[in-house]
Every structure is written in structure tokens, then in C-alpha cells.
């Protein structure tokens, strides 16, 4: 076990690891903390002169008032199941998609993949206006399906993503099952998806987050009040005249909370895989 | 085979047209009626759940109790978010009926023919009794009213009494003239804690709202940005002079924040809030912001320039109606459109302290010239909005007001001379300017 | 199995994306090319103008200004993200207390969106009260204009991109890194290799199909940054941050010219297409697929 000794040898350079992590993770997280002081102001002492970097008195009914202004609850909800229902969408076919392109007899592969990176390549803001006469015509407006559907229909990222995790299985075990007669389907629930899990939960996770912070689309796409995604609602503090800075800061920080529940409550699934595989020796 | 997919791409090219064309003609929504009422979309912008989202709540309720017939299905959104949406909507045949328009944009839509011409509404009610009807009026080359007032913003000089006293100051005048205003800005100019640093700055003669900068000054030294010819008239001796002026105020005494300087004590409306200038030329609305700020305010007219001229602006924001819409809905839009324009809407809205009430009795009220907060007395807004020319409306407004406003501020932070700026300044806004082909 | 029923199956896992490219990219491109050649204003019916869109592209001035920034923001952003993304992934891949802790604190501007960083952006970047400054003076240097110089602005917003995009990246690097066993580590460290060393020879080329992805990405939504330019600087001051993929949102939206900025959308989309071509091209010279 010569793999053993060495790691040990290895433990008391740990120190510097651990300064450039925490000190790292200090740089992340600091002007979240400014901010959060910056949300406990009032107006007065956010735009003082000198500036202040405590509230003092911290204005606590900031939090209170944003909640009061709008339905803050309801939009959350909105983008849980906007983002929840755009994730599993993405995952599932940008998975079939990817597996077809990786390790099927796809016809036109190479075109449908050069298809899949332009389409990456075209910006939202350009194409909006095509795909909101389409979604008129389809009836979707102020519904979510607009913001949902396209995810069902496999995303470029994904299919990247997904392609190159399949790409990374050892063909025999394809050829392997094969032999024993199972069915394509099996194949691709029963053995490769379980072995791509990593990339599954990165796509998960990066979805959930494209959709939560989308602007542009449901700007445009909802118009009812009650319909409307958390960060619509934060955007909406803002005054054309009136100042209160404060208020949106706060909004924008309350807006944080449930998808920083999320991303710890799922970064296990993510990240342990790849940092305790990192280990393996 | 070729000759087929020819013939496709020709029917895809004529499908693609038609959906195009027929989506800017067909709109507004489509039921004419839900259960025998006239179902009427309305947009309007301000921040959500704040003061003004909700007073304007209240005032649809009001108007529905008021209107069984009519049902009001509200679309809002805060400024930004609330235009991103409308020109996507426009486009895709789905915007509001009725919607709330910032003043300088009217002729942006009505330029493309979204709006509907609202002067033969108009005749059911006296123009004289409203502020604004004619600055919409002049916005169009025809002269029609493509929009009904809503809430009117003009300019004042606004002075913070308390840095005044503390420097022994008098206080401004309507009389004031533009020397009178730099030698006060100078006698205010202070380093309060001696540390070699400006504290306090007499005025704010930069700010990239424009129209509380470099617009009022450049018509009040004689000059003009857009002639009522609907050419640009930037480029004029008149526009050196007051652009001059201001260099002279900002780089040579020192008494008002150059544009570094002004982004590096915090953007420019919280320059005056924040006492950190003692004047600045300032909308109606900026009085939420100062009183937020907790400044005891005065307001006086703008000063004079060389000939007398104020330079005074207004900015009418403005009811609109979607072209696309049925009759029923436009006329039941303007029934809203009264409704608001009504003394006790007006009073309501007032209240929120957004803008100056268009009807004019309610202007003259007590409750709006003398409020019993500062500023406490109000009236120069109003003389302000009497004489008030418009801000060059045009179809163009957003496009060639940015094109001018990249080379003037290059010559207020000094990167080009006052000259070359205002020669750019010129070609780029009238190119703009002649680019644009009116829709038939 | 038969080939033929074989390919229907493969058809059948990719339907999903057959009907993406038709409804969300054939039709929007198809739209797209054909207004670009039209003098649409979103609201009155697309006349057809033939290639005028694409001769004021050339002479306008405005265009090349948000090309030149769009360049700036890309060289600036793409290399220091990928870097700092690897040795941050190198440095978390190990076992340490509070690891995932700590790895949650490198997420959490990933998992906010541009409207919250705009706002989180500002404690530290505000020229008057932003901690930035406060930390430049401990140091003896002058405040800075930050967002709102026009020097300044584009190195900001690549910043405070790299801030918050680094993240994630680090999560596909970590991803590439376990797949490098350690026995290459052990048997290096055996023959002598310093951790300098290590790290250039087995990780680098090790994780190289990953940087190959993690270049790809970043330099396609740099050339996209519109949310975050938007909502953070809109273009300013004067146009110093005017990427292209906002000037054509202002000729589109603002402007009405929906014409033009398809034309400048198909410059673009040009220019994403030929980088990504060349980073394909030359992948072949440093990716190394174990």
C-alpha cells in the first residue's frame, strides 16, 4: 500500500490549501455581506455622505416592506416550478439526445451536431421576437409553457454535455449488453444513464439556474401579476424616480434564498461524486 | 427535386411575410366582450406594490364601479421592464388597449402608426381646462393628439435652504441669471473638513438626464437641439456659449462636479439628496428623492439666460391608445382616459407625488402650490409648464437624443473640444434623423 | 437488430431535438435572415431593401465600437476565467474540513442572477461607497470610477463575470479531475515531480478535453453578455461598454430598427461561428481525449 504512506506524508502541506480555499470562498462571499448591510439602510443613510458601511439603526422593515410591496411567496413558487419543470425536461431528452449522438447509428450526426452548436450561438435577445409570434399562435402567452417547453425539447449545452459523458463509456460495455439481446432502451436507462450521473447533475444544476435567472423571457412572456418569476418581481422595485436602492438590494438578497436551499441540498449530489472520487487512490 | 424546393422556399418566404405583416395589423387581444362587457387591457409603469402601482389600483377599481360596462384586465411593470415587454408586444399584435406612455416617447409609436388619433375623442371635452394638450399636439408634424395627459413634469431650480443659511447665501430669485448662479455656486463651493477635498458643491451642472442639464441651459443661452422644422439645431454659437458656461462652472471655478467626479461621489441624483450640491435643476418628481434625503427644499424658476430666456421644459407623459384596437375598447379607453384626467383621479394622484396634476383646477388647489412640505411653495412648476417648450419630440426621440448626448458629454468631461463635440453632435443626431421614413 | 430499425430508434432519442432545431431555430434563423433585409420597425410591415442593413453595418462606427468592446470584454474574460477556474478546481479537490462549505461559498454567485450580482456588484464597485476603493486606499491608490470610467468599465464587467461564472466552470474541472488516476500523481511524485510540475504535466493535459468545453462556453456567452451589460452598466458611460449583442438589442428594441439588428445578429452569429470553428480546429493540436 504504498499510495497510504505517501498521503499521509502529504497531510501537513495541507495549511496553504486551506488558505487560498478560505480565503478564496472570503473574496466569493464578502460583497454579499456589504450588500446585506446596504439592504438594512434607510435611504438617507445609503446615499450619506461620508458613506456608512453599518446601517445605523439597521432598518429592519426594508424586509418587511418588500414582502408587503409584492407576492413574493407566489413568485417563488412560479420559479420552482418554471426551473423544477425546465430541468427535468432538459436532463430527460438532452440524455436521449445526447445518447443518440454518442452511441447510436443517428443519421446525419455530424450536421445535426454542428446544428446543435449554432444553436447555442444565437442570442436570445434576437430571436425573441420570432418565437413570440410563434407561442401567440400557439396560445401560450402569459402561461409558462413558453418558458418550459423549449427545455423538453433537449438543450445544445445539454446535448454537448451529455454526448461527451457518453462518449466516455468504454464501447464493450455496449457491445457486451448488446450481445446478451437487451433492448436499446435497457441499455441506455439501465446501464449508461447510472454511469453518467456527474454529468446528469451538472446539467441539472446548470439548467436549474439558466431557467431561475432568466430575465428576458419571462419579462416578455408573462404579464400577469400573479404569474410572474422572482426575479421579475425584484427587477419590478425599481422606481423611475423614487429612491429606494435599498428596498431592490433587499429584494434582490431575499430573492437568494430559496435556490441557495437548493444548491445545498443538492450540491451533494453533485460535487461529492467528483471530490471524493478525486481522492480515490 | 430543384425546382420543388424552390417553390418551397418561395411559399415559406410569402408565409413568413404575411405572418409578419398580418401580426403588426390584428392585435389588442381578442374578446370584444367577456359576458356582455367591453374587456379593456391597460399598461401603465411604476415600481411594484409601491405608492403610485397602488394608488393607480385603487383608481381602476374606482373606474370600474364607476363603469359596470367595462372590464379592466391591468398589465404593469416597473419602467424598464415595462417598455422590454411593450415593443415585444407590438410587434407581436398583443399590446395593451390602453397604456401609459412616457411623454417623450408618443411619437415613437405614433410615428409607426401604433396609435390611434384621439382628436375627434378629444372634442367632448375643454383643452383649455388641461396642461399639456398642446405640446402633445406640436410632437406631431400634422398636429393631431395622439396621446391625452396623464401627469405633467417640468423644470425648476431647486436650492437646499439649509446649506444656503449656513453659508450666509441669499437665497435664489426668479430675477437670478445665469452669473448670478455661478457666483452663488462659487460662495457655496466649501471644503468643509479642510482636507484639500470639495465637500460641498454650489451646483450640479452635469447630469446625464439631461433635461435637468445641458438642454435647459443650451435653450436658455438662445440656442436649440431640435427646430420646430424638425431638423437638428444643435450646432450653434448659442449651444457653445452655454456649453462653455458650463466648463467654466465645472472645470475652471470648480463650483459644480465635473462628470468624473460627479460618478465618483455617487450618480447624479443623489448629488442633491445627499447635500452634497446645494442647487440643481430638477424635475417635479425629484422632490421624493430630496425629501427622502431629508433636505428642507426651496424651488425657484430657472434662471435667465443672456436674453432672457429660461429654457424652460416639459415632459407630458400620456394616455395612449392602441391603434389595433376594436372601437368599443378604444372608446371604452377613453372613458378611463377621462376618467383619470377628472379632479378627483387628479387629486388622488397628486398625492403620490409623482407628477403635477394635469387638470388645471386641481393645479390651482393649495393642496398641490402650497403643501405644507418642502418645497412649500410649488408654483414655479406651474409657470414653468405654462411657457414650457417641448424636448424636441420626434419619431427618433431615443436614438438621436443618444447620439448628441455621446458628443456633448465628451465635451463636458473634456475629452473633445466644445466645437468638435457639437459638429459631431450635429451629423450623427441629423443622420438619425433623416434615416427615419414616416410610416404611410 | 436491423441497421434500419436501429436508425429509427436513433431518430426516435433524437425527436426531441428535431423538433428544437425546426420551432426554435429554424424558424427563428429563417425569420431573422429575411428581415434582415427589410427595413422592419416591429410594428408596420417589413419592406424588402436588399442589402442596404448590411452596407450601413460597414460605415457605422457605433457597430465597430461594440465589436471593439465586445473583443476587449472576451480577451479579458475567457482566459482569466478558464485559469482561475482550474486552479480553483485544484485546490477543492482535495479532502479538507468544511470542504463542502466551502465549495457552497464559490456557488453562491453562480446560483444569483445578474440582477441580484448588479446589486451585490454595487457594495463592492460604487465609486463613492463601494468596499473596492476602500481596499485601493489601504494601498495608497486613488479611487477609482470603476462602472462608470469609461476605462474601467469593460475590465469590471470581465471581474465581475469572472466572479461569478468561476463557479461553475470549477465544478466541470472538478468533474475532470477525477477521472486522472493517481496512480500518474504517486509515480510522478516518486520519480521527483513537484506539485508545479504535477500540475503541468498530468493535470493540464489530463483535464484539456475539459478546458476545450470550458473555452467554448465562455467565449460564446462572453460574445452573448447581454443580461449582465444590461442590467450592470447599459452600455455606458457614453457607449465604453456597448457590447454588440446590446447594440443590437438597442436598434431592435429601442430603436425600432428590427431590420438592422437582425443584419448586425447575423455578423454576429458570424463571428461566434468562426471562432468556435477555429477553437475546433485547433483542439486537435492540444486536446488530448484519454
Known sequence: MPSRALKRRVRPGRLPAYVFVVSGAAIMLLPFVTSLFNSLKSYADFIAIPPTLLPDPPVWSNYAEVWARAPFAQYAINSFVIAGLATAGAVISSAMVGHAMARMRLPLRNALLTAALATLMLPTVVTIIPTFIMFREFGWLDTFLPLIVPFWLATPFGIFLMRQAFLAIPTDFMEAAALDGAGLWTIFTRIHLPLVKPSLATLAVFTFMTSWGAVLEPTVFLTSPEKLTLPIGVMGLRGQFVGNDQLVTAGALMSLVPILVVFIVAQRYFVRGAAASGLKG | ?440 | MTKVAERLWASLFASPYLAHLVLLTAWPVLALSYLSFTDYDTVSSPNWIGLDNYTRLLKDENFWNSLLNTGLFALMYVPAQTILALVLAVGLNQRLRFMPLLRGAYFVPVVSSWVVIAYVADAVFNPRTGSANTVLGWFGVDPQNWLESPALVIPTLALVAVWKGVGYMMVLFLAGLQSIPKELYEAAEVDGAGPVRRFWNITVPAVSGTTFLVLVLSTISVLQAFEQVYVMAGGGPGDASEVTVLYMYRQGFEYFQMGYAAAVAWVLFGITLVLTLVQLWLQRKWVHYA
Not at chain 2, 448670478?180 to 460641498?200: M, S, V, Y
Not at chain 2, 440656442?223 to 452655454?242: C, E, K, N, W, Y
Not at chain 2, 463650483?255 to 439628496?273: C, M, N, R, W, Y
Not at chain 2, 412640505?373 to 409657470?383: E, G, Q, V, Y
Open chain 2, 1 to 440: 427535386m430543384p425546382e420543388r424546393d424552390r417553390f418551397r422556399v418561395a411559399a415559406l418566404g410569402r408565409a413568413l411575410t404575411l405572418t409578419l405583416a398580418t401580426t403588426a395589423a390584428c392585435g389588442g387581444g381578442g374578446d370584444e366582450t367577456a359576458g356582455g362587457k367591453v374587456s379593456l387591457t391597460l399598461g401603465y409603469y411604476a415600481e411594484v406594490g409601491g405608492p403610485a402601482d397602488g394608488m393607480m389600483r385603487k383608481l381602476v377599481d374606482q373606474f370600474t364601479k364607476a363603469n359596470p360596462g367595462i372590464e379592466v384586465k391591468i398589465e404593469s411593470a416597473d419602467y424598464d421592464q415595462f417598455y422590454k415587454r411593450l415593443r415585444t408586444q407590438l410587434a407581436g399584435g398583443q399590446a395593451p388597449d390602453v397604456w401609459l406612455s412616457d411623454g417623450v416617447l408618443v411619437q415613437e409609436f405614433s410615428g409607426r402608426n401604433s396609435l390611434r388619433d384621439l382628436t375627434e375623442y378629444a372634442s367632448d371635452i375643454n383643452p383649455a381646462d388641461y396642461y399639456g394638450i398642446d405640446i402633445i399636439k406640436k410632437g406631431d408634424p400634422r398636429g393631431r393628439l395622439f396621446g391625452f395627459p396623464q401627469g405633467a413634469q417640468s423644470t425648476a431650480l431647486f436650492y437646499n435652504k439649509a446649506i444656503f443659511a449656513k453659508a450666509g447665501v441669499e437665497p435664489p430669485t426668479a430675477d437670478w441669471t445665469y452669473d448670478d448662479l455661478l457666483a452663488a455656486a462659487k460662495k457655496l463651493t466649501q471644503d468643509t473638513n479642510g482636507d484639500g477635498k470639495t465637500d460641498i458643491y454650489g451646483f450640479r451642472a452635469y447630469s446625464p438626464s439631461f433635461v435637468e442639464s445641458w438642454w435647459p441651459m443650451v435653450k436658455a443661452f438662445g440656442g436649440d437641439v431640435l427646430a420646430d422644422d424638425g431638423r437638428v439645431a444643435i450646432d450653434s454659437p448659442q449651444s457653445r456659449d452655454a456649453l462653455t458656461w458650463m466648463n467654466r462652472a465645472m472645470h475652471e471655478e470648480k463650483a459644480a462636479p465635473d462628470p468624473v467626479t460627479t460618478e465618483a461621489l455617487g450618480k447624479s441624483q443623489i448629488l442633491f439628496p445627499s447635500g452634497i450640491v446645494a442647487m440643481q435643476f430638477g424635475i417635479y418628481a425629484r422632490i421624493q428623492t430630496s425629501a427622502q434625503g431629508k433636505i428642507d427644499m426651496g424651488v425657484v424658476p430657472l434662471p435667465k439666460g443672456p436674453d432672457g430666456h429660461r429654457g424652460d421644459l416639459a415632459n407630458i407623459n400620456s394616455w395612449v391608445v392602441n391603434r389595433a384596437s376594436s372601437e368599443p375598447k378604444a372608446a371604452a379607453a377613453w372613458k378611463w382616459i377621462k376618467f383619470f384626467a377628472g379632479q378627483g383621479p387628479q387629486a388622488e394622484w397628486m398625492s403620490t407625488g409623482e407628477a403635477i396634476p394635469i387638470n388645471k383646477k386641481v393645479a390651482q388647489t393649495p393642496a398641490f402650490l402650497t403643501p405644507g412640505t418642502p418645497p412649500t411653495d410649488r408654483k414655479p412648476f406651474i409657470d414653468a409648464l405654462t411657457t414650457a417648450d417641448d424636448i424636441g419630440l420626434s419619431p427618433v426621440w431615443s436614438e438621436y437624443t443618444a447620439a448628441i448626448t455621446k458628443h456633448v458629454t465628451g465635451a463636458l468631461s473634456k475629452q473633445t473640444g466644445i466645437e468638435d463635440a457639437l459638429k459631431s453632435a450635429q451629423t450623427d443626431a441629423q443622420a438619425v434623423v433623416d434615416r427615419f421614413k414616416p410610416a404611410g
